[in-house]
């Protein structure tokens, strides 16, 4: 079975530096790999999802991640921080074949300093 | 108005009691899926459906039912709300693309 993991349970940063967070999946394929984000108080909205082709992928909120397969990861960058970017971010893998559910990882809060 | 709704969006009850979460789209997908988090836990799969029909159990049903009434109508039961049912619930829809849209969450508190 699929499994996502996310390494870093909180990260803080700076206002306009910029922010990597760390996704990575354990699957036998390619997955179908998602970046959600939960604004406190609310649902998860889609930020970006990465299925095939170009390895690097553009989401809304100037968000971007890169899908390495050598490193079975994806992970989450966004050249400069707003204050509004701080939330609970979650990656998923979907199996793809005849599984159509989503694996979530656990989570990364980020904290975004003035 | 929103693609996922939820009711009731926030639920205090008792252990012991019977709870109904309800969740309706708008969005005409076959798709629909019940999540439940927690906190350091993420979100974790309690039933999906793919159509009124096809009702599948996610890695954690103990506890729970579900309900598909409608293509647009997904519920999920607690017969007997126990402490550790207190999480927050979500519901999604999809379509055969996979990217799940999802609804605004029903805080639910089991004394």
């Known amino acids: 079975a699929q499994s996502v993991t996310q390494p870093d349970i909180h990260i803080t940063v700076s206002e306009g530096a910029s922010l990597e967070l760390r996704c990575n999946y354990s699957?036998?394929?390619?997955?179908?790999l998602f970046w959600y984000v939960q604004s406190p108080g609310q649902g998860l909205q889609l930020l970006l999802k990465?299925?095939?082709?170009?390895?690097l992928v553009q989401g809304i909120k100037g968000f971007e991640a890169e899908f390495k397969r050598s490193q079975s990861s994806f992970n989450l960058r966004k050249p400069s921080v707003h204050w509004s970017d701080a939330a609970e971010y979650f990656c998923?893998?979907?199996?793809?074949?005849?599984?159509?559910?989503?694996?979530f990882g656990k989570g990364t809060l980020l904290t975004v300093n003035p | 108005d929103a693609d996922v709704t939820q009711t009731p969006r926030n639920r205090i009850t008792k252990t012991g009691k019977r709870i109904m979460l309800e969740c309706s789209q708008t969005?005409?997908?076959?798709?629909m899926y019940w999540y439940r988090q927690d906190p350091g836990l993420g979100l974790r799969l309690i039933y999906y459906?793919?159509?009124?029909?096809?009702?599948n159990k996610g890695e954690i049903s103990d506890g729970y039912s579900v309900s598909r009434q409608a293509q647009a109508k997904f519920s999920l039961s607690l017969e007997s709300a126990i402490p550790n049912q207190t999480a927050l619930y979500f519901c999604?829809?999809?379509?055969?693309?996979?990217?799940?849209?999802f609804g605004p969450g029903t805080r639910l508190t089991v004394l």
């Open positions: 699957y036998g394929a390619t997955p179908y």
């Open positions: 999604a829809t999809s379509d055969h693309r996979w990217e799940q849209f």
């Open positions: 459906s793919f159509d009124v029909k096809d009702i």
């Open positions: 998923a893998v979907e199996g793809g074949g005849s599984n159509y559910k989503l694996t």
């Open positions: 990465y299925f095939s082709g170009d390895t």
């Open positions: 969005k005409g997908h076959d798709r």
